[in-house]
Nanobody
Framework: QVQLVESGGGLVQAGGSLRLSCAASGRTFSSYGMGWFRQAAGKAREFVAAITWSGGGKNYADSVKGRFTISGDNAKNTVYLQMNSLKPEDTAVYLC????????????????WGPGTQVSVSS
């Protein structure tokens, strides 16, 4: 089994920054890449960002482009999300996931998920 654990969430004022981390452990798993999703209270889970190990391609949701940066280390199965210029609407539980293939912005492409970390942005 593959386990993913996120860290780095917290409470921050609007305009502030946070850096989320996610590390995978467990049985050997060669992923195509990793991604971040978020789910606000009462809303559907949505794609935030993804990184593809081969070629280093990065994808972002329009709502976070220019503010969030995804990075990672394939050898360590670790991914980070640097979040700058945070807004109250960024408040959500942020989940990392490991991708086995398919479209980077689809939840179905990610068989392994972490439990999530809460990010709260006050106005």
């Amino acid at each position: 089994q593959v386990q993913l654990v996120e860290s780095g969430g917290g409470l921050v004022q609007a305009g502030g920054s946070l850096r989320l981390s996610c590390a995978a452990s467990g049985r050997t798993f060669s992923s195509y890449g990793m991604g971040w999703f978020r789910q606000a209270a009462g809303k559907a889970r949505e794609f935030v960002a993804a990184i593809t190990w081969s070629g280093g391609g990065k994808n972002y949701a329009d709502s976070v482009k220019g503010r969030f940066t995804i990075s990672g280390d394939n050898a360590k199965n670790t991914v980070y999300l640097q979040m700058n210029s945070l807004k109250p609407e960024d408040t959500a539980v942020y989940l990392c996931a490991a991708r086995s293939g398919g479209n980077v912005n689809l939840q179905s492409a990610y068989p392994y998920w972490g439990p999530g970390t809460q990010v709260s942005v006050s106005s």
